[in-house]
C-alpha cells in the first residue's frame, strides 16, 4: 500500500495555532435534525436513519485512499443534551498515539467546535478509538481555544466499538462546553477531521471542511439545529482553470454514483457534462467549463445528477490563475553555463503551457558582467547576471533575474566525457549496499556522477552559480562556512545587482550598524555560574538532569538542552547518540521555524533604528510593488504575523522574489486570513538587504551571530534552514530577555521589543483576530509553570526555546525531530526545571 509522508511541520501547523481567518462562505449551511433518546454505546443502531450525513470526506490536494484502506463517513444530530456525533471509519491497520499529547498524530477523529459563526472561538477534541492493541482504551484531549468569558470545564461523552475492518465512534459534545442553551434554528460552527496511520512516520488525514482546512470558527461549516437534516453529502468538487478561458472541474463522490451522469450548471446555464467513472473504489467524474459567462467571470457552479444538487464549487478567476502560474513557471537560459562571447537565449521552460496563458508575449534580456556593467557580449570567462522582461500581450510586465556563467576559451574543445572526475558518494544504510561493494565500484560510482555533473551543469541556474563562486573563490585553508560559500556569494552578488537597478543605494548608501554600543550598566550575558547565582534550589541540575537522561533512554531522538536563570547557565549537556555517535553539546540540530525568530530579530534592528516601520507599506522598500492595484496594502508587520495573504515556505533563494509577489499583489487577501507560511520573512528579508546592503546570510553574521559569539550556527534563510546548539540559541534568547541587549551591546531598545512580542491579532483581521495571538516572529508559549508572557516560537523539529521575562528563565533544547514520547518527557523537563525555582 502507498503512502504519503506528511512534513512534521504542516502537522504542528494543523494541531497549534495556524489558522485561516476569513469570512466562511454562508452558502455552505447544514440542517442536523433533534435525535432525542440516543445512548452513547458505540452501536449505531439507535440512530436510525434520520441523521444528516457526511458519506464522503475530502482534502484538497490530496488523492482518496482505497475504501479498504481508509475511508470515513459520520452523521450528525443534536438533542437537549448536545452535538450528536456518529463516525463510521473503515481501516486496516489500527495505530494510534502513544500519549494523549500525540492523539492527533495518528488514528483519531479532531473534531473544532465553536458557537455562532465566528463568535467566542472554540474547541478541540481529538478523540482516539482505542481499537490499537497497544492502546485498547478510548482516550481524548481538548485543547481550548475558547474567547468566552465564562469557560466551563470541557467534557465529552464518547464511546466506540470495533472490528477488523475498522470502528464506530459515538460522541456527545455538551452544549454546556459552549455555555449555551440552543433551541431550533440556532446555529454552530463546526469542522471535522479524521486520521489515519498505518505506522510509526506515518499520517492521513480527510477533512470536512469548506475548501480550505483551518481551525476558526470564521471558516468553520454552519451546522443548523433543525427537526430535518440537509440531504445527505454525497459528493465533493474542487476546480482549477487549465486556461485563460477553462477550468477542469473533478467530483468525487461515493462509489454508488459511478456510472451515473452529471451536469455542471451556473444558475440555469449548463456549463459541462460528465460520466462519473471509478476511481480506487470511488466515483469520479472530470469536467472542463467554460468560466466566463457574457464577458463576466462565473464565481460558482452546482454539479447535478438524476436531477439533484450533489454539491456546488466556486470557480477559479483566470487572472489570478495566470498571476499564480507566473508565481511558478520556470524561465530556462539554453546554457546557464556557456562558452564564447554570445549570450544563450532565454525562454519559459514549458513555453506552450505559459501561453494559454499569457497567449502572445515577448522576452527581453539584458545582461550585466561581475562590475555591475551592462554588456551586450560576454567577452571574458566569469560571473554574469540576466534581467529578463517579460511583456504579454496585455496585462503588466515581469521582470525575473538569472545568474549565468561563462566557461574559459579551453574549456569550449574539452572532451569532458573522457575526463575522470574521481567522484565519490556516501549511500545511507537503508539502501542495503555493502559500503565495501561501494568503494570496489567507485569507478562506476565516478563515471555515473561525473555525467549526471557535466550533462546538467547548464540546465539550471545553480550550475552558473557554482561554477561563479568556485572562479571567483581564493584558497582559504579550510572548508567554506555557510556564510561564505558560492549560494551565500551569489545572493551578495545579486544584492548589489538590484540595489543599482531599483537606485535603492543612494536611497540608503550608508553602512547599518548594530549592535551598538549599551548606555549604562552592561546587560546580563550567558555564563555559567552556581545554583545560588541562579535562583535554583541545590541540586537542582541533577534532578534536571536525571529527568532528561530517563528521556533519552525512552526515546529515539538525541537532543542537547542548556537552562540558565538570571543569565546564569546551571545546565549544559547533551543525551542520546546520533548516527551512531554521542550527541554533544556542539552538534548542530535542525532548528526549522525557530529560524523565524532569528530573521525577525534581524528585521526588529532596522525598526529600532528608524530605518524600517511595522506599519509601513512593503512597496516603500521594493520598488517592483509600486504602481501596483490592491485591495489593501501589504505592510512590513503583515510579512511577518502570517497576515498578508501568502502562502508556503519558499523565496529566500529566488533573487527575484520580490518581483515574483508583485506580479500577484492584486490577488494578496492582506489582512483577511492568518496563513502559517515563511514566504512572509523571505520577503522582509529582501527589504533587510536593500536597505543594508547586505544579503541575509552576511547580516545574520555580522549583525546577530557574531557578536553574541554564536559560533555553532549556521542560517542562511528566513524560516526554516538554521542549524544551532542550545547554547547559542539560548545567547540569542538571553538578549531577547534582556530587552534587545547583552553585554556592553544593545540590539534594539526594550521598548522595539515589545513590538515584537505576542499580541491579538485584531489590528490585521478584525474581531476574527480576537482568538489569534502571535506576534513579529514570535508565539506565545506559556506552558504550566512558566510566565504568561513566555514566548519565542514553536519548531518542527521540536527544538525548544522559551524566554520567560517573569522567571528570568531562558531555556534551550536543540534537537532534529520529536521522537518518542516527546510530549511526556517535555512536560516532565518543563516541570523539573519550574519545581526548582527558588523565588
Not at 402 to 426: K, V
Request: charged share 25%; glycine share 10%; with cysteine.
Amino acid at each position: 500500500m502507498t503512502r504519503r509522508a506528511v512534513a512534521l511541520f504542516v502537522i504542528l501547523v494543523l494541531i497549534s495555532v495556524t489558522v485561516t481567518a476569513r469570512a466562511a462562505d454562508k452558502r455552505l449551511l447544514f440542517d442536523v435534525p433533534r435525535l432525542e433518546g440516543i445512548v452513547i454505546d458505540g452501536d449505531p443502531v439507535d440512530w436510525g436513519d434520520g441523521a444528516f450525513r457526511v458519506d464522503i470526506m475530502t482534502t484538497p490536494d490530496v488523492e482518496l485512499l482505497p475504501p479498504d484502506d481508509f475511508r470515513p463517513r459520520f452523521q450528525l444530530a443534536w438533542s437537549g443534551l448536545g452535538l450528536l456525533l456518529l463516525v463510521r471509519v473503515s481501516d486496516d491497520i489500527p495505530v494510534e498515539g502513544t500519549d494523549p499529547g500525540s492523539l492527533w498524530m495518528k488514528d483519531c477523529i479532531e473534531v473544532f467546535v465553536g458557537g455562532r459563526l465566528g463568535q467566542g472561538g472554540y474547541y478541540q477534541a481529538v478523540v482516539a478509538p482505542g481499537r490499537d492493541p497497544s492502546h485498547p482504551e478510548l482516550r481524548y484531549k481538548f485543547y481550548d481555544f475558547r474567547t468566552t468569558e465564562e469557560k466551563p470545564e470541557l467534557t465529552i461523552e464518547a464511546a466506540a466499538t470495533h472490528s477488523r475492518a475498522g470502528y464506530v465512534l459515538e460522541v456527545l459534545f455538551p452544549w454546556s462546553n459552549l455555555a449555551i442553551a440552543p433551541g431550533l434554528g440556532y446555529e454552530v460552527a463546526l469542522q471535522l477531521f479524521i486520521d489515519d496511520a498505518d505506522g510509526p512516520d506515518d499520517r492521513y488525514q480527510q477533512r470536512w471542511f469548506p475548501d480550505v482546512s483551518a481551525n476558526i470558527s470564521n471558516l468553520m461549516h454552519r451546522v443548523r439545529l433543525a427537526e430535518q437534516g440537509s440531504p445527505a453529502v454525497r459528493a465533493k468538487a474542487r476546480a482549477a482553470c487549465v486556461d485563460a478561458e477553462h477550468a477542469r472541474l473533478i467530483v468525487d463522490s461515493v462509489p454508488e454514483l459511478a456510472g451515473k451522469r452529471i451536469k455542471v450548471k451556473a444558475g440555469k446555464r449548463t456549463l459541462g457534462k460528465g460520466i462519473v467513472g471509478d476511481a480506487d473504489g470511488y466515483g469520479r467524474a472530470r469536467v472542463l467549463v467554460p468560466i466566463d459567462g457574457k464577458g463576466k467571470t462565473l464565481d460558482r457552479a452546482t454539479v447535478h445528477s438524476q436531477g439533484t444538487e450533489l454539491c456546488s464549487v466556486a470557480l477559479p478567476d483566470p487572472a489570478e490563475a495566470r498571476a499564480k502560474m507566473l508565481t511558478e513557471a520556470k524561465l530556462r537560459l539554453k546554457p546557464f553555463v556557456f562558452t564564447g562571447a554570445d549570450f544563450p537565449a532565454c525562454d519559459f521552460e514549458d513555453p506552450q503551457e505559459v501561453a494559454k496563458f499569457l497567449r502572445e508575449y515577448a522576452i527581453k534580456t539584458t545582461y550585466y558582467d561581475k562590475t555591475y556593467t551592462l554588456v551586450s557580449k560576454a567577452e571574458s570567462p566569469g560571473r554574469y547576471g540576466a534581467v529578463i522582461d517579460i511583456v504579454p500581450e496585455d496585462g503588466r510586465p515581469i521582470r525575473r533575474f538569472r545568474t549565468l556563467f561563462r566557461l574559459p576559451e579551453s574549456a569550449e574543445a574539452f572532451p569532458w566525457w573522457t575526463f575522470d572526475s574521481s567522484a565519490s558518494i556516501l549511500l545511507p544504510p537503508a539502501y542495503g549496499i555493502d559500503p565495501a561493494v561501494l568503494r570496489e565500484h567507485k569507478r562506476n560510482v565516478s563515471d555515473y556522477l561525473g555525467m549526471l555533473f557535466f550533462e546538467n551543469l547548464g540546465k539550471s541556474t545553480s550550475g552558473a552559480t557554482l561554477l561563479a563562486g568556485l572562479y571567483e573563490g581564493l584558497p582559504m585553508g579550510r572548508e567554506a562556512g555557510a556564510f561564505e560559500d558560492v549560494d551565500a556569494v551569489d545572493r551578495q552578488w545579486r544584492v548589489g545587482l538590484k540595489r543599482q537597478l531599483f537606485g535603492t543605494a543612494e536611497r540608503w548608501p550608508g553602512a547599518f550598524i548594530c549592535p551598538r554600543p549599551i548606555e549604562g550598566k552592561p546587560a546580563p550575558i550567558l555564563r555559567k555560574g552556581s545554583e545560588k547565582e541562579a535562583g535554583v534550589k541545590p541540586g537542582a541540575g541533577k534532578r534536571i538532569d536525571a529527568v532528561l537522561r530517563a528521556w533519552a533512554a525512552d526515546s529515539d531522538e538525541a537532543f542537547a538542552a542548556c537552562v540558565a536563570r538570571n543569565g546564569v547557565v546551571f545546565l549544559h549537556e547533551a543525551y542520546g547518540q546520533r548516527d551512531g555517535r554521542p550527541m554533544t553539546t556542539t552538534t548542530k540540530s535542525w532548528m526549522a521555524s525557530l529560524t523565524k525568530l532569528l530573521s525577525a530579530t534581524l528585521m526588529m534592528m532596522l525598526v529600532d533604528q528608524d530605518l524600517v516601520g511595522l506599519d509601513d507599506t512593503v512597496d516603500t522598500f521594493l520598488p517592483p510593488f509600486r504602481d501596483i492595484e490592491a485591495p489593501k496594502p501589504l505592510t512590513v508587520g503583515n510579512l511577518y504575523n502570517h497576515t498578508g495573504g501568502l502562502w508556503g515556505h519558499w523565496g529566500d533563494d529566488l533573487h527575484d522574489f520580490e518581483e515574483v509577489i508583485a506580479g500577484y499583489y492584486p490577488f494578496l487577501k492582506v489582512g483577511e486570513e492568518f496563513v502559517y507560511d515563511g514566504a512572509g520573512p523571505a520577503l522582509g528579508s529582501k527589504i533587510i538587504e536593500t536597505i543594508s546592503g547586505e544579503a541575509l546570510p552576511m547580516f545574520y553574521r555580522k549583525h546577530l551571530l557574531e557578536p553574541l559569539g554564536c559560533t555553532n550556527t549556521d542560517v542562511t534563510n528566513s524560516s526554516y534552514d538554521a542549524q544551532s546548539v542550545p547554547e547559542d540559541m539560548a545567547k540569542v534568547g538571553q538578549m531577547l530577555l534582556n530587552g534587545g541587549a547583552y553585554g556592553d551591546m544593545r540590539f534594539f531598545s526594550p521598548e522595539t521589543l515589545e513590538q515584537m512580542l505576542p499580541r491579538k491579532l485584531t489590528k490585521e483581521l478584525g474581531e476574527r483576530g480576537e482568538n489569534i495571538v502571535w506576534g513579529i516572529g514570535t508565539m506565545a508559549l506559556p506552558e504550566k509553570g512558566l510566565g504568561e508572557r513566555t514566548f519565542a516560537h514553536s519548531a518542527a523539529s521540536a527544538a525548544t526555546l522559551r524566554i520567560d521575562p517573569e522567571t528570568g528563565l531562558v531555556i534551550s533544547m536543540t534537537r532534529n525531530g520529536a521522537g518518542a514520547n516527546f510530549a511526556e518527557y517535555h512536560e516532565k523537563f518543563i516541570a523539573a526545571i519550574v519545581d526548582n525555582l527558588v523565588d
